[in-house]
């Protein structure tokens, strides 16, 4: 390999690894980062996006409403890159006549479709707050299949959110002493890059 490919190579990776450092804090994962599909149909204008649109408000009939007569099912939410998760937030129908998710799983998938593994079952009731779920942190999770099983007359969901960080690059969480060597590795890189170049 030519030394200014390795040059290359050796800043990108250190980059990167840099990019992940300074936003791996504990953030929303919420709208902007997932997209929401299911086969379970749509009631009326409530369309499955409704419930990663950002918006928690119940005005009258915000979110996501399934098709008639489908009270459980999949929901499939990709997210937009990979995630060390360790919460989801559920904000539950409330209006008129409180349908809603009651009962309900979450599967974690990774970005070749391997599992991650699954929660034991969450109950869920219908309140303006979003109520939040806990669990121990799954890594590198770019899928996660809702699985509702049981709801009130249909499922509906105003809106729906993580919260992890960015999973590291490569898929492992590296010391401070790797992005001590990451470091050097940038500068001893610059400074053979510019000895090059003033060849
Ligand atoms: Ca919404
Ligand atoms: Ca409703």
Not at 56 to 78: E, H, K, M, Q
Not at 113 to 132: D, E, K, M, R, Y
């Amino acid at each position: 390999m030519p030394s200014s490919t390795r040059h290359l190579r050796l800043v990108a990776a250190a980059c990167a690894l840099f990019a992940w450092a300074s936003a791996a804090q504990a953030a929303p994962v919420g709208h902007g980062h997932i997209t929401a599909s299911t086969a379970l149909g749509q009631f009326s204008v409530f369309s499955i996006g409704q419930m990663v649109d950002g918006i928690t408000a119940d005005s009258p009939f915000n979110g996501y409403a399934s098709g008639p007569a489908t009270p459980v099912g999949r929901i499939t939410l990709t997210l937009d890159a990979d995630y060390d998760l360790d919460s989801f937030s559920l904000w539950n129908d409330i209006n008129i006549s409180n349908e809603g998710v009651r009962s309900f799983t979450l599967s974690f998938e990774d970005a070749s479709g391997g599992s991650l593994g699954s929660t034991g079952v969450f109950s869920a009731v219908s309140q303006f707050a979003a109520q939040v779920y806990g669990f121990a942190s799954v890594a590198n999770v770019r899928r996660v299949h809702m699985d509702v099983l049981t709801s009130n007359l249909q499922i509906e969901i105003r809106e729906v959110a993580f919260n992890g960080t960015l999973s590291a690059p490569g898929g492992s969480v590296p010391e401070p002493a790797s992005l001590l060597l990451a470091a050097a590795a940038l500068g001893a890189a610059a400074g053979a890059t510019r000895v090059s170049a003033r060849r």
